[in-house]
């Protein structure tokens, strides 16, 4: 079982920063990728930053690429997303997954994630 916390939300103005973190803890099982995913009220879940464990290849959702940046610290079975440049558009709740399914490459696709988080809302004000 693997158990996932993140934390780091809240409500900033457009163009502000916010960092979210993603304890993982209780890892008995070997994890490949580890994502971040969001969905807003009445909108579909959607991907936007994965990283494979091993290899720290990432993969970004186009509505974040050049905003947001994954990052890992393996020593503290933390996972970080760091937002900059943020939008209204950017204002969900933001949940981290983790897949044990090794592929050819990191999914965005959140069917493929086994274990996720409660979430951590992130609120954008114009």
């Known amino acids: 079982q693997v158990r996932l916390v993140e934390s780091g939300g809240g409500s900033v103005q457009a163009g502000g920063s916010l960092r979210l973190s993603c304890t993982v803890s209780?890892?008995?099982?070997?994890?490949?990728?580890m994502g971040w995913f969001r969905q807003a009220p009445g909108k579909e879940r959607e991907g936007i930053a994965v990283?494979?464990?091993?290899?720290?290849?990432?993969t970004y959702a186009d509505s974040v690429k050049g905003r947001f940046t994954i990052s890992q610290d393996n020593a503290k079975n933390t996972l970080y997303l760091e937002m900059n440049s943020l939008k209204p558009e950017d204002t969900a709740m933001y949940y981290c997954?983790?897949?044990?399914?090794?592929?050819?490459?990191?999914?965005?696709?959140?069917?493929?994630?086994?274990?996720w988080g409660q979430g951590t809302q992130v609120t954008i004000s114009s």
């Open positions: 997954a983790a897949a044990r399914l090794f592929l050819a490459r990191p999914p965005l696709e959140g069917d493929w994630y086994d274990y």
């Open positions: 209780a890892y008995t099982v070997t994890i490949y990728y």
């Open positions: 990283v494979s464990t091993r290899a720290d290849t990432v």
